[in-house]
């Protein structure tokens, strides 16, 4: 096998960097967390397909160890995980990574989990949750972090 040589592009590195990029339109590293198997794939599968890099765990105790060596821009949990809570994982992600977005949700409108979670930064939802709002919810938080 022979090998080619191919010209380096010889244009000043300035041509690059003054195209910026909306930052929505950036790949984002979100880790979810759901101990229901059917919504965690879906959830995963919408965020692939719209282009993220996504790490999905069904336990507490998986997601806290890959929080604790791989860094995210967002955590996505809900709330109920078997015998820890998702607000647990929450402050994790917050005290390793005090710039992730967090958004926890859980299957009640529950005043108290809304007030703990507002308290760790993260912002509370209520199921039905699905990929697309969830997703929004994150860019609308990048941009208002941005502002």
Known sequence: MSLVR???????????????MPS???R???LI???????LEALER???EAGQDVVAHDSFEDARRTLQT?????LITDVRLGAFNGLQLAVIGRDTYPDIRLIVFSGFAVPVLRTEAEHVGATYMVKP???AKLLEVL?????HDAH
């Open 70 to 74: 791989t860094r995210f821009d967002a």
């Open 6 to 20: 191919v010209p380096l592009d010889t244009r000043p590195a300035s041509c690059m960097t003054d195209m910026p």
């Open 139 to 143: 860019r609308n938080s990048e941009t």
């Open 28 to 30: 984002q590293k979100i």
């Open 46 to 48: 919408s965020f692939l």
């Open 24 to 26: 929505t339109a950036q």
């Open 33 to 39: 967390v759901d101990d229901d198997p059917s919504l």
């Open 129 to 131: 949750v699905t990929g």
